[in-house]
């Protein structure tokens, strides 16, 4: 007997699948991977075959059938590797497989069609029929001029617009005067092209040996390196060799870029190279494209595929080469549960296949740095220099000063005086970041979550960048009537507009999430700049990440230390990659760089190695701090929430769950909490930390105590998530 173990997609906790069915003569070709509909208590429900087997457990007569298979399925491979994903990162089954299907199964019950053309086309028989033969009605007289006349064959949906119906068209066809033929019509993203076209270059010599390294692992066993190339020495385009040499062997390529914002700037430089055997999937496509790419991989018509972190998941069958470029940026981590890494995921892909993985970046992880094999391009190419940069100490300035200094003035003012285009990066988006009452102290805070509110001059309100919540801005107090309100910190719509007044007539781009989401997204923001003969790009994070404009002369860091103010053990090492990814955007092209960095911590390591190019000095001395620490790489953490409503459930939740926990934690092992965290879209959090030396068991006595808890009466309308691995 036949036997499919399903896991069915649903998304409850507390079920334990697989569960038996059995499978009839009509669904004999059914296959780990395939999706069924099955009968489920008195539902039915979409599952996924996760394993094919002789017997069952149960007796034939308790075990139902299958309604029936959707057409696309997952591959074998892809099915195991959601499945690791559900359990190294304490998910669900549902929760992983839904990563690997087609897009659109789990939401749409139903595959999405693809989109079809009906073609029609004249027969030979046609014009001796329009010649003399009676019976041809006027419509269908006209519809044998047009296709007689036409060079190729016309979609029925012109011939509509010319009052030809798909009956009229059928009826032809039933006479033999017309054929008509279906044809898949695909629907391809666009793409809008930012950034240099990749005209093939010379590989410079240590461009070249990383080529060699990559596709020695590629001819051998795979395996994982580390390309450690400081900004503008080339490893695009080592990238771009390595995937020359996969696809010359018949091997497909994926390709990881940090954020969606980054995927067409790399998308271009990889069609321009590959053209259509390249494929894109992230989650902004829309469901028809990213069905048509997903279908694209999976027969094998496109061997490559950029994207975000999803592309990990991509269909691809041979798999050669995994890149992830700029490995260190934290988008990688998926926030949503499942809560997975894609630097892992692409870890045990690329193991699985025997890929070669190549993890790219400037400022690498100290993870990466102590674990992986390292090629180094010591250089920007074309012997370009870094560029220099300066720390200024904003130290003991008065807050009427404003938050520019003046030598960050000064150098504003000598790029309006020379030309050239600038890059500047402000913390936070809004105008200032905190607003209170001069008189009595009264602090504008969100009523939902326990942060303060942002003043945003743009829209004219105070808003939380948690939860979204907006009010009007006062003009006065309304608990003690004073119209004095002080604004504190300044963000980029502040910025944007001093330096507005400091480099006029030169323009400034101002590039965040509210500027995109007005202006036509974040591209089109890049676009103008990129085509600008000079000008100024203020904006947050994102101004940082990869751009290659090689006229930017200029780069300027507002508030350096920001981020180093979180209490949170990565906060250096992201603080180190973004200065010294800011930095690196200046000076690529023939005129040399320049670099302002705005501080209150002059000091700090992370400041001090980000100005002197010196990654290896960082991470020498980061990697001594979490040693004696015995935090990430030397340890692993694993965070598991509480949420909802009424802080003494969720602390008595808590609290019952860290007793599970003490009882299966493994000897190497601690929990820390439960803490209360900060109030986030009015539902109360308790977070308890767990610290392991080794990481699976951790993860497995994690996961046995919160299935457990799941189904227990204290966490009814709790909700419990789990992060492995916590940023
Ligand atoms: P990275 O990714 O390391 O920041 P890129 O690959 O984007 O660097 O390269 C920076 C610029 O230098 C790009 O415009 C690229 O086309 C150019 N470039 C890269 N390698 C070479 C080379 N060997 N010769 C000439 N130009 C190169
Ligand atoms: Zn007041
Ligand atoms: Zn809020």
């Known amino acids: 007997m036949a036997i499919a173990k399903v896991e069915p997609l649903t998304t409850a906790r ?22 069924l509909v099955v009968p489920f208590g008195h539902r039915r429900v979409l599952g996924v075959v996760v394993e094919l087997a002789e017997q069952s457990a149960l007796p034939p007569e308790r075990l139902a059938e299958p309604i029936s298979a959707l057409a696309a399925g997952a591959p074998a491979e892809l099915v195991r590797l959601g499945l690791w994903v559900a359990r ?48 041809l009605g006027p419509r269908q007289r006209r519809a044998l001029e047009l296709l007689l006349a036409a060079p190729a064959p016309l979609a029925a949906a012109e011939l509509a617009a010319e009052g030809i119906s798909r009956d009229t068209l059928r009826r032809l066809e039933g006479r033999g005067l017309v054929s008509l033929v279906e044809r898949e019509a695909g629907r391809r993203p666009a793409n809008t092209a930012i950034g240099a076209p990749a005209s093939p270059v010379t590989l410079d010599p240590a461009q070249r040996a990383a080529v060699e390294r990559i596709v020695a692992g590629i001819d051998g066993d795979g395996g994982q390196l580390l390309l450690h190339g400081v900004t503008g020495s080339g490893k695009t385009e080592v990238y771009l060799a390595a995937a020359q ?36 999937l992230h989650s902004r496509l829309g469901a028809g494209e990213r069905r048509d790419e997903w279908h694209r991989l999976r027969s ?87 560029p220099s940069v300066e720390i200024v100490d904003m130290r003991g300035r008065d807050g009427r000063e404003g938050p520019l200094h003046p030598i960050t003035r ?71 009537g004073s119209v004095s309100l002080a604004r504190a910190g300044s963000g980029s719509e502040r ?15 101002r590039l965040d999430s509210d500027s995109a989401a007005r202006q036509g997204g974040h591209l089109a923001i890049l676009a103008e700049f990129q085509a600008a003969e000079s000008g100024v790009l203020v904006g947050t994070q994102m101004v ?3 751009h290659d404009f090689p006229d930017v002369v200029l780069a300027v860091v507002i508030d350096a230390d920001a981020a180093l103010r979180f209490p949170d053990f990565r906060a250096e090492e992201r603080t180190f990659a973004l200065v010294s990814q800011l930095a690196g955007r200046s000076g690529r092209g023939a005129r040399s760089g320049r670099v302002v960095v705005q501080t209150l911590a002059p000091g700090a390591a992370a400041i001090r190695h980000a100005a002197e190019h010196d990654t290896a000095g960082f991470l020498a001395g980061e990697l001594g701090r979490r040693r004696e620490l015995a935090y990430p790489p030397y340890s ?92």
């Open 410 to 480: 000064a150098a504003l003012g000598s790029l309006r005086a020379a030309g050239g285009k600038g890059i500047v990066m402000v913390n936070r988006r809004g105008w200032s970041w905190h607003l209170s009452c001069h008189s009595c102290g009264r602090a504008w805070g969100c009523p939902q979550c326990d942060v303060s509110l942002i003043v945003h001059r743009d829209s004219g309100d105070l808003r939380c960048h948690h939860c979204g919540h907006a009010e009007p801005l006062p003009g006065s107090c309304p608990d003690c």
């Open 495 to 509: 910025i944007e507009t001093l330096i507005a007044e400091l480099i006029a007539p030169l323009r400034v781009f």
């Open 300 to 386: 094998g018509e496109a061997r490559v595929c950029v994207g975000p972190r999803s592309a990990i998941f991509a269909p691809l069958s041979g798999l050669g080469l995994i890149v992830v470029d700029e490995e260190h940026d934290p988008s990688y981590k998926q926030e949503g549960d499942p809560r997975y890494d894609a630097r892992e995921v692409a870890r045990r892909r690329a193991d699985e296949a025997g890929a070669m993985l190549v993890m790219g970046s400037a400022t690498p992880r100290p993870e990466s740095w102590l674990g992986l094999e390292r090629v180094e391009l010591a250089e920007r190419v074309d012997g370009r220099s870094l």
């Open 88 to 135: 190294e990162y304490c998910s669900t089954p549902a929760r992983g497989l839904e990563l690997v299907l087609p897009p659109g199964t789990a939401s749409a019950r139903g595959q999405l069609k693809a989109r079809s053309r009906l073609l029609a086309e004249a027969t030979a028989e046609a014009a001796a029929a329009l010649e003399g033969g009676p019976g």
């Open 544 to 546: 940082a990440k990869g």
């Open 245 to 280: 040499a996969a696809l010359d062997r018949g091997l497909g390529v994926i390709v990881l870029v940090p954020e969606i914002g980054m995927t067409p700037q790399a998308l271009t430089r990889f069609r321009s190279r590959f053209g259509d055997r390249v494929a894109v």
């Open 14 to 35: 507390a079920l334990r699948g697989p569960f038996d069915y059995r499978l009839p003569e009509r669904l004999a070709d059914v296959g780990v991977g395939t999706v």
């Open 636 to 727: 692993h953490l694993i965070r598991i929430e509480i949420t909802g409503a009424g802080a003494p459930r969720v602390a008595a939740a808590a609290a019952g769950l860290r007793d599970a926990l003490d009882a299966g934690l493994p000897a190497d092992a601690r929990a820390l909490g439960p803490a209360p965290r900060f109030r986030l879209r009015g539902r109360e959090r308790s977070q308890i930390l767990v610290k392991a030396g080794e990481r699976a068991p951790a993860v497995a006595a994690v996961r046995a105590a919160v299935d457990t808890a799941a189904t227990a009466r204290e966490l009814k309308d709790l909700a419990v998530s789990v992060d492995v691995d916590a940023q």
